[in-house]
């Protein structure tokens, strides 16, 4: 396995994919009864901007760093106040121990998540690298509410579903070394979940190089069978290369009432504050959305 995390921590599609998460743990927590959050690859949970793998790439200097420092940013300087949801994420991280005197370390969506839950939530993380599943246990060694699985996160959903709570979230966030063929695994995986539990949210990750990679996928989410599928995505440059990432997407199957209009200030808000080299583009629809009658 030679993806790992910590090279890309903090960067623009952490900034898209923790929002999301954090909408969406938001409108979980709308109802008073228990969540069981389920992440498929988990990574370490939390990741050091001073080591030397973030110093490598300093990709979190194009990703979060751009949201609290707007002004050393040219054409930034009047990006306005973040609409509330983005202030709450980035108050969250700012609060983290050891981010008291400036950002030092980022927060993997275990983490943002762990810190997010109620007492009794819980939480499953699965992580099949044997580094970055010790690092897991070790990060969450103390906290009743999660367990932590040194194995593969596809499979362990055969298992894992449904989950005692009968609500919650699964996060399908791969590393796609397997690049286009990692999509038809999403979608058996989650073919076979939704059969399991057919009322859970799903929300999966994905890269954008070029976009004919990514249009099968979204067609075949068209016809999963998902009540409703919705779409967020954030470009910071033309989807017409696979030497990069130029964005990256979340969809969220059985997407929970009204995220569309918890997550587009967000969005908009964010774009222009990720533009690279020519203005970022966003987009925020459904895939498929659930007939009024």
Same mark, same amino acid.
């Given at each position: 396995?030679?993806?790992?995390?910590?090279?890309?921590?903090?960067?623009?599609?952490?900034?898209?994919?923790?929002?999301?998460?954090?909408?969406?743990?938001?409108?979980?927590?709308?109802?008073?009864?228990?969540?069981?959050?389920?992440?498929?690859?988990?990574?370490?949970?939390?990741?050091?901007?001073?080591?030397?793998?973030? #110093?490598?790439?300093?990709?979190?200097?194009?990703?979060?760093?751009?949201?609290?420092?707007?002004?050393?940013?040219?054409?930034?300087?009047?990006?306005?106040?973040?609409?509330?949801?983005?202030?709450?994420?980035?108050?969250?991280?700012?609060? +983290?121990?050891?981010?008291?005197? #400036? +950002?030092? +370390?980022?927060?993997?969506?275990?983490?943002?998540?762990?810190?997010?839950?109620?007492?009794?939530? %819980?939480?499953?993380?699965?992580?099949?690298?044997? *580094? *970055?599943?010790?690092?897991?246990?070790?990060?969450?060694?103390?906290?009743?509410?999660?367990?932590?699985?040194?194995?593969?996160?596809?499979?362990?959903?055969?298992?894992?579903?449904?989950?005692?709570?009968?609500?919650?979230?699964?996060?399908?966030?791969?590393?796609?070394?397997?690049?286009?063929?990692?999509?038809?695994?999403? *979608?058996?995986?989650?073919?076979?979940?939704?059969?399991?539990?057919?009322?859970?949210?799903?929300?999966?990750?994905?890269?954008?190089?070029?976009?004919?990679?990514?249009?099968?996928?979204?067609?075949?989410?068209?016809?999963?069978?998902?009540?409703?599928?919705?779409?967020?995505?954030?470009?910071?440059?033309?989807?017409?290369?696979?030497?990069? +990432?130029?964005?990256?997407?979340?969809?969220?199957?059985?997407?929970?009432?009204?995220?569309?209009?918890?997550?587009?200030?967000?969005?908009?808000?964010?774009?222009?504050?990720?533009?690279?080299?020519?203005?970022?583009?966003?987009?925020?629809?459904?895939?498929? *959305?659930?007939?009024? %009658?």
């Amino acid at each position: 396995m030679n993806y790992r995390h910590a090279y890309h921590a903090g960067n623009f599609a952490d900034v898209l994919k923790h929002t999301v998460l954090l909408a969406l743990i938001e409108a979980l927590q709308a109802k008073s009864t228990p969540f069981a959050f389920v992440d498929t690859h988990a990574g370490s949970g939390c990741y050091a901007l001073d080591s030397a793998e973030a #110093g490598k790439t300093g990709e979190y200097k194009d990703g979060i760093a751009r949201l609290l420092f707007p002004d050393l940013h040219q054409g930034n300087a009047n990006a306005g106040t973040l609409p509330p949801l983005l202030r709450r994420w980035l108050d969250a991280i700012l609060r +983290l121990p050891g981010n008291e005197h #400036g +950002l030092k +370390l980022y927060p993997g969506s275990p983490l943002q998540v762990a810190n997010a839950m109620r007492d009794t939530d %819980s939480a499953q993380l699965c992580e099949l690298h044997p *580094e *970055e599943a010790t690092r897991l246990k070790e990060l969450f060694h103390h906290d009743h509410r999660v367990h932590v699985h040194h194995r593969n996160g596809y499979e362990a959903l055969k298992a894992l579903l449904p989950p005692k709570e009968k609500r919650g979230l699964v996060l399908i966030d791969p590393p796609y070394e397997a690049q286009e063929s990692e999509y038809r695994v999403i *979608e058996q995986s989650i073919k076979a979940a939704l059969e399991r539990w057919p009322t859970g949210v799903y929300a999966v990750w994905y890269p954008i190089k070029l976009r004919s990679q990514v249009q099968p996928f979204h067609r075949w989410l068209q016809r999963c069978g998902a009540r409703r599928v919705l779409r967020a995505e954030l470009l910071v440059h033309p989807d017409d290369s696979p030497l990069r +990432l130029n964005g990256s997407g979340m969809v969220i199957l059985n997407a929970p009432w009204k995220l569309d209009d918890a997550l587009r200030d967000s969005l908009r808000a964010m774009a222009p504050l990720l533009s690279q080299e020519r203005p970022a583009q966003w987009r925020l629809d459904w895939l498929v *959305e659930e007939s009024a %009658s």
